[in-house]
């Protein structure tokens, strides 16, 4: 889960670094960043060997968020197995983000709306 046994620790250097044919080539890449609360795709601009360094220290919380969504996965799968008469599966998806807006809000309030997310239900 987080490259810490010898199965996988060095798999970002066998895959990523050891291909790297000149790290001080400048390039661009986007990277989403959080600003005053909302997510915004932002470019970037550096060496390549500043892009690995950025990308090796996201490696831990990435690992993390894909072990807990294979973990959730196996969950919904088993309960979707278990269920009979007496339990049963919903899944809701929402296409959108649910916006938080009042009733009578002025026009410039429309675009500083705030959203949240209404992620896949289990009951």
Not at 18 to 46: F, H, L, M, P, Y
Not at 91 to 98: G, I
Request: charged share 30%.
């Amino acid at each position: 889960m987080s490259s810490d046994c010898s199965h996988c620790e060095k798999n970002f250097e066998l895959h990523i670094e050891n291909n790297i044919i000149d790290k001080n080539v400048q390039i661009k890449w986007c990277q989403w960043s959080n600003i005053n609360g909302r997510a915004t795709k932002e470019e970037q601009q550096g060496s390549v060997e500043q892009c690995t360094r950025l990308l090796l220290s996201k490696i831990e919380a990435f690992l993390l968020h894909v072990y807990i969504k294979r973990e959730q996965s196996k969950l919904f799968e088993e309960s979707k197995s278990a269920a009979d008469d007496k339990k049963i599966v919903v899944q809701v998806d929402y296409s959108e983000n649910f916006s938080l807006e009042e009733q009578d809000e002025v026009q410039s309030a429309h675009w500083a709306t705030k959203s949240i997310a209404i992620f896949t239900a289990y009951a």
